[in-house]
Structures are given as C-alpha cells and as structure tokens.
C-alpha cells in the first residue's frame, strides 16, 4: 500500500518532475475509496469529496442503494439513481459504483483496486450497532476528514420543516431549537456527531472550491442565474445542458442574496443561504466561476464585464424585476438569450413536498440514528475515551 506521505513525489512522477528517486516513477496512481448514502447531498458531502481526492489521484465513491440504506438508517428523500447523478456531477470524483454494500470490507477495497478508504470523523453505524468501518480500520486501510460544520442532512430537513422566512440566521429561536430536539435528539441526549451547529463562511473555504481557471482563447463564456436553492438533481441537469452548449464551455453562475430570492420565491426560501448555495454550486463539475450576489436584471454591464457569449435559462418560471421589467431584456435585445429544456422537472419546492409528506418517517429515521450513535458514546465514555477516539473504536 502507498503511504500518504509520497503522494505529493507520486505526482511529481506522474509529471515527469525531479523527485529525488528514480523509484518513484514506477509508483501507481493512490486511489482513494468514500462510500454513503449521499442523500440530499450538500457542500459537506463535497467537502468529504474534496479532501479525500486530495489524500490521492484518483476517487472512487461507492453510493448505497435505496434498500440498504432504509435496512440501516431508514428511508432516503432521493431515489437511488438521482444519488447516482448528483455524486457523479461533484468536480472531485473521478468514478462511482453504484449499489455499493453498506459495511466497507477489504474485499471492497480490492475489488476496485483502492489503496485506502476515507471517511469523516463522525461515526457510521449499521442496523445492529456494529461501526461500518470496522474491518478497514484493523487494517489501517482507513483514513479520516473533517466534518464540515455547520450542515447536515438533519439540519436541512429542519429548514424545511420549520416554515419561517430567518431560518438559517435561527440558531437562537427557541422554535428552531425545539424542533432540532424533536428531529434529531434520542431520549438519552444528543450524540456528538449528529446535531445543529452554526456554519460560518470563509475566504480559505471558497478558494478550496473555486477552481480558479480563467476563462481562455476560444472559451464560449456562458451565463446563467438563479438561486439554486438545495442544490439538486434538476439543477445538475440544467447546468449539464449548459454546459453542452459549446465545445468549450465556461459556466458562470450568478446566485442572487437571499432577500432577492426571498422576494421572487416568498416562503420561507432560500432554505440554504448565499454562502451554502455558493459551495454547493462550486462543487458542480459543470461550473467554473461564480457570481455571489449577482444582480436579479443581467444587464449590460454584466454582460460586457464577462465577456457573455451566451445567456441560459431553464423552463422555470422568469419573475419580473422589482419595476416590472424582464431581468432577460438586454440578452434578449442582443441575441445572446437561450431557454433549454433540461428533461428534468424537480424543483426546490417538490424536494420540500416531499420531506413535509415524510415528516415522520424522516423524524424517526434520525431519532434512530442518534439513539445508535448514544449508545456507543456513553460506551466511550465509560471507558474514559473522547469523540476523538471512535476511529480507535473497532480495534477494541
């Protein structure tokens, strides 16, 4: 097995570069193996994504099927194939195997020829207890990220159960922190590794998404915007679309603030604010650049400042600015404007429909979850150990 501490030499070979041994040529591509449910999948899971590619060269992402995921945790919000596209349209994975067993054994990891496995450092448990990862994790096969905070699945589904229009400033609501218990708290208090906390924007984090790529001679510079809101299988297939537009394409993305998107959505939208939606869209390998707080009309200016060979928007509804006016009537006076028909009619509020009409299956799958995840920390605990030591946890 290739160590961590030669992939940066391995890359250096692979490129032809001085590595100080002519060994290292010889070495084969670190291929790294994540596996998941990846249900509703949002910057964190990209986040996991990210830092696992960068252990290795190559990422392999096994997604569980519907059925083994309502065996162990209960029933997924998406289908089996939409999970399939989403993880295969983050920029980091280069392969996917779908219908991937729920416990990760070494037989897994050299069936696909994976040096190692990666998972976060929260705790994955089956229907029995028993740590998914134990087998890999013997035989330090194993290797650990941080969890992002501030977002999970649990925390969504909160958002969109909670019909207010602050929810994701709500941290301090005495209603939000009700129904965070409600969902995620079993009866012996909450686990360590599932619950709510506050997710904080910054600089170091969009630089790690952002690819950074100008646009070059004989790109075909592609404009589209919206909110993007719990970023999803229907946008995946609309920003595809785009994407095919040109040969070589380059996708911008202009995401309005959340009161724009507030004033032509209502509700309680945008479930997931400007910062979230900007990770989550960063992470689609269709995208190369965003525009944070783009202004709702594309107007002359923005067009000119990108260079804008082309405007895209998709079947959905076009709300008229704050004045009236059509925010598509400067592309559309120059001839630059393109409405595409992804195939794909999911939007945000279906997402929230179904999640409402779930309501307590979803309740009880998470209260399961965290009463599994308890009885493991009060073991710890017992034992004098810390969160810090669940990796150590199967070896015992």
Same mark, same amino acid.
């Given at each position: 097995?290739?160590?961590?501490?030669?992939?940066?030499?391995?890359?250096?070979a692979?490129r032809?570069?001085p590595t100080?041994?002519?060994?290292l040529d010889q070495r084969?591509?670190?291929?790294v193996?994540?596996?998941g449910?990846?249900?509703?999948?949002?910057?964190?899971?990209s986040?996991?994504?990210?830092?696992?590619?960068?252990m290795?060269d190559?990422?392999?992402?096994?997604?569980h099927?519907?059925a083994?995921?309502?065996?162990?945790?209960?029933?997924p919000?998406?289908?089996?194939?939409?999970r399939?596209?989403?993880?295969?349209?983050?920029k980091?994975?280069?392969?996917?195997?779908?219908g991937a067993?729920?416990?990760?054994?070494?037989?897994?990891?050299d069936?696909?020829n994976?040096?190692?496995?990666?998972h976060?450092d929260?705790?994955t448990?089956?229907?029995?207890?028993?740590?998914?990862y134990?087998?890999?994790?013997?035989?330090q096969?194993?290797r650990e990220?941080k969890?992002?905070?501030?977002?999970?699945?649990?925390?969504?589904v909160?958002?969109?159960?909670l019909?207010?229009k602050?929810?994701h400033?709500?941290m301090?609501?005495?209603d939000?922190?009700?129904?965070?218990?409600?969902f995620?708290?079993?009866?012996?208090?909450?686990?360590?590794?599932?619950g709510?906390?506050?997710?904080?924007?910054?600089?170091?984090?969009?630089?790690?998404f952002?690819?950074g790529?100008?646009?070059?001679?004989?790109?075909t510079i592609?404009?589209?915007?919206?909110?993007?809101?719990?970023?999803?299988?229907?946008h995946?297939?609309?920003?595809? %679309?785009?994407?095919?537009?040109?040969?070589?394409?380059y996708?911008?993305v $202009? +995401?309005?603030f *959340?009161?724009e #998107?507030? /004033?032509y959505?209502?509700k309680?939208?945008p479930?997931m604010?400007?910062h979230?939606r900007?990770?989550?869209?960063l992470?689609?390998?269709?995208v190369s650049?965003?525009?944070i707080g783009?202004p709702?009309?594309?107007?002359?200016?923005?067009?000119?400042?990108?260079?804008?060979?082309?405007v895209?928007?998709g079947?959905t509804?076009?709300?008229?600015?704050?004045?009236?006016?059509?925010?598509?009537?400067e592309? %559309?006076k120059?001839?630059v404007?393109r409405?595409l028909?992804s195939d794909? $009619? +999911?939007?945000? *509020?279906?997402i #929230?429909q /179904?999640?409402?009409?779930n309501?307590?299956?979803?309740e009880a799958?998470?209260?399961?979850?965290?009463?599994?995840?308890?009885?493991?920390?009060e073991?710890?605990?017992s034992?004098?150990?810390?969160?810090e030591?669940?990796?150590?946890?199967?070896s015992?």
């Amino acid at each position: 097995m290739i160590k961590n501490g030669h992939h940066a030499a391995d890359r250096e070979a692979e490129r032809g570069e001085p590595t100080g041994g002519s060994d290292l040529d010889q070495r084969s591509v670190v291929r790294v193996w994540c596996d998941g449910c990846y249900d509703m999948v949002h910057y964190g899971h990209s986040n996991q994504l990210r830092q696992a590619k960068a252990m290795g060269d190559y990422l392999v992402v096994g997604v569980h099927t519907d059925a083994e995921i309502s065996r162990h945790k209960g029933p997924p919000v998406f289908t089996q194939a939409e999970r399939y596209k989403m993880v295969r349209a983050i920029k980091w994975v280069d392969e996917i195997v779908e219908g991937a067993p729920y416990v990760t054994t070494l037989q897994t990891l050299d069936q696909f020829n994976c040096d190692f496995c990666v998972h976060g450092d929260d705790i994955t448990l089956t229907v029995d207890g028993e740590d998914t990862y134990a087998e890999v994790k013997r035989e330090q096969r194993y290797r650990e990220c941080k969890r992002t905070q501030g977002v999970s699945t649990t925390d969504l589904v909160g958002r969109m159960l909670l019909m207010t229009k602050t929810h994701h400033s709500n941290m301090d609501n005495p209603d939000y922190l009700q129904h965070t218990d409600n969902f995620g708290k079993g009866p012996k208090g909450h686990s360590p590794w599932t619950g709510v906390s506050q997710f904080l924007q910054t600089s170091q984090k969009i630089i790690q998404f952002a690819s950074g790529k100008e646009p070059q001679a004989g790109d075909t510079i592609i404009y589209v915007a919206g909110a993007f809101d719990l970023f999803h299988i229907g946008h995946v297939d609309f920003l595809e %679309k785009v994407y095919n537009q040109a040969e070589k394409p380059y996708v911008i993305v $202009g +995401l309005h603030f *959340d009161q724009e #998107v507030n /004033r032509y959505k209502g509700k309680n939208y945008p479930i997931m604010n400007v910062h979230e939606r900007t990770l989550s869209v960063l992470a689609c390998r269709y995208v190369s650049e965003v525009v944070i707080g783009a202004p709702y009309a594309v107007g002359r200016d923005l067009l000119d400042h990108f260079k804008v060979d082309l405007v895209c928007h998709g079947k959905t509804e076009v709300f008229p600015d704050k004045d009236g006016s059509d925010p598509y009537a400067e592309p %559309k006076k120059r001839g630059v404007f393109r409405t595409l028909d992804s195939d794909n $009619g +999911l939007t945000t *509020d279906d997402i #929230v429909q /179904r999640i409402i009409e779930n309501r307590l299956l979803f309740e009880a799958r998470n209260q399961k979850k965290e009463a599994k995840e308890m009885a493991v920390f009060e073991a710890m605990k017992s034992r004098g150990e810390t969160t810090e030591d669940a990796a150590k946890l199967a070896s015992q």
